[in-house]
């Protein structure tokens, strides 16, 4: 199982500049730790998490770091030209020295991200896919000749193609369509945070029914703490975890709310739940025997090639602290 830093630079101190700076100093000791990847968001008109434009935060962890994998968790397609995305992620390819990987999403409930780009939510998931086909196209062929519903284009080759012969791809879906589409082709599966571990399971198995050649992957995401105690590591997540909950379930109500006739499945402990009490069980936060335990536990479920751990400290060194005491006392007993 590799080792992953989930990165979402939250703006915990309401200094944008210091948020940023903060958040490379946390995949800089990853990279030192010997951690395999470090996963960088996407989210839009946010004011806590200030990863908006995430293949320019990616360009600048390329030139800052040399060794840790690059992956966008995810880039959301539906609100991005797709040949403009085919061509920065193929350069981002080089500057990164073919550490990138190529994560994507149709965005979750954040209702004014669909409004601003214009995509009405029933059509994300729909646009994001169309997005990837055609994407997959740009990077490996010339010439390029695409008409779908939402894109087109005439003869397209892009310039430079990427340094990698194969960009490893991850969809983060738990929908059928989604999961469909990425047994398909092979692609990897991504879970984040609130994803409950019964859906993370049916999203593998739907997969594995479609897609037996066990080329499948699973990058579970998880929010993070470890600490000498239980009830520190709680203690100093907490404070986090209150905040994503609030926000989280405000933004999951305004979803349900102005969802239409659209069908949306409802956000429970069974599908994608942001209750405080549900999001520390599901999390890797306790000490160093909880934390393994935890750990093997989705390993035992779900057989995950990476973990990408979330820090939820909002202090920097506390965080950086926390990482250290992961890579003595929990990484090779896991």
């Not at 309401?14 to 000791?29: F, G």
Request: aromatic fraction near 10%; include cysteine; hydrophobic fraction near 40%.
């Amino acid at each position: 199982m590799k080792t992953g830093l989930f990165c979402n630079y939250e703006n915990h101190h309401q200094d944008a500049h210091r948020a940023i700076q903060e958040q490379v100093a946390l995949v800089k000791h990853a990279e030192s730790l010997g951690f395999d990847e470090a996963w960088i968001t996407e989210h839009h008109f946010n004011e806590f998490n200030l990863s908006s434009s995430i293949l320019v935060l990616m360009a600048h962890l390329a030139g800052a770091t040399s060794k840790i994998r690059l992956g966008s968790a995810a880039v959301l397609l539906a609100f991005h030209n797709p040949i403009r995305v085919a061509e920065d992620i193929a350069t981002l390819d080089h500057l990164c020295e073919g550490r990138l990987i190529f994560g994507i999403a149709k965005g979750g409930p954040f209702p004014e991200q669909n409004k601003h780009f214009a995509t009405p939510m029933g059509e994300s998931r729909a646009k994001t896919l169309e997005a990837m086909v055609l994407i997959h196209k740009l990077l490996y062929e010339t010439e390029v000749s695409f008409s779908g519903k939402y894109y087109h284009c005439d003869r397209v080759t892009i310039y430079p193609k990427p340094l990698q012969r194969n960009i490893p791809v991850y969809v983060a879906s738990g929908d059928e369509q989604g999961i469909d589409f990425a047994a398909r082709y092979s692609f990897g599966l991504m879970g984040g945070p609130p994803f409950s571990l019964h859906r993370l399971k049916n999203t593998v198995a739907r997969y594995r029914s479609i897609n037996t050649s066990g080329s499948e992957k699973l990058m579970l995401a998880r929010f993070f703490f470890v600490a000498k105690t239980n009830e520190e590591a709680v203690s100093e997540a907490l404070p986090f975890i209150r905040k994503f909950s609030q926000k989280m379930k405000a933004n999951a109500a305004a979803v349900m709310q102005n969802n239409g006739n659209q069908p949306h499945k409802p956000f429970t402990r069974d599908n994608i739940c942001f209750d405080e009490d549900y999001l520390i069980e599901n999390s890797i936060i306790g000490d160093a025997a909880t934390c393994r335990d935890k750990i093997k536990r989705f390993q035992d479920e779900l057989n995950i090639d990476a973990l990408a751990l979330k820090p939820s400290s909002l202090q920097l060194q506390k965080n950086l602290e926390s990482l250290t005491r992961y890579n003595q006392e929990v990484r090779n007993y896991v």
